[in-house]
């Protein structure tokens, strides 16, 4: 569960922006930032988040392009079992989390399943 505080929200990973349309309605008040590598994954978010004034798509790999900013909540959904070294990759994940940050990871997808 986001924490009802959190003013800045990154959607790591976040694939056709659905999670971040449902953040960016749920929390108008919070800026949420939604980061994907695949061009056509962010094209699409683009044309669903649109709307949402509270909300920003970002073409990156990981959280290489986000160094420079901190945020309170951070989700990563059904992207670590595509991650070469997932453990290496989630610790990267405090360089871009504010001290007090929490951070949501839902894995859905086995990794044998694709």
Same mark, same amino acid.
């Given at each position: 569960?986001?924490?009802? %505080?959190?003013?800045? #929200?990154? $959607?790591? &990973?976040? %694939?056709?922006?659905?999670?971040?349309?449902?953040?960016?309605?749920?929390?108008?008040?919070?800026? *949420?930032?939604?980061? $994907?590598?695949? +061009? %056509?994954?962010?094209?699409?978010?683009?044309?669903?988040?649109?709307?949402?004034?509270? @909300?920003?798509?970002?073409?990156?790999?990981?959280? !290489?392009?986000?160094?420079?900013?901190?945020? !309170? &909540? /951070?989700? *990563?959904?059904?992207? #670590?079992?595509?991650? =070469?070294?997932?453990? @290496?990759?989630?610790?990267? =994940?405090? !360089? *871009?989390?504010? +001290?007090? %940050?929490? #951070? /949501? #990871? &839902?894995?859905?997808?086995? +990794?044998?399943? /694709?």
């Amino acid at each position: 569960m986001v924490p009802t %505080g959190a003013r800045r #929200i990154l $959607d790591l &990973c976040g %694939g056709n922006g659905e999670l971040a349309e449902h953040l960016a309605r749920t929390f108008p008040k919070s800026e *949420v930032a939604l980061s $994907d590598l695949s +061009p %056509g994954m962010v094209r699409n978010s683009q044309r669903r988040l649109f709307r949402y004034r509270n @909300a920003r798509v970002m073409q990156g790999n990981w959280v !290489d392009p986000l160094r420079q900013q901190k945020f !309170d &909540c /951070i989700v *990563v959904k059904n992207s #670590i079992h595509v991650l =070469l070294r997932p453990e @290496a990759k989630l610790l990267r =994940l405090r !360089d *871009v989390l504010s +001290p007090q %940050g929490s #951070i /949501i #990871i &839902c894995e859905t997808v086995a +990794p044998a399943a /694709i």
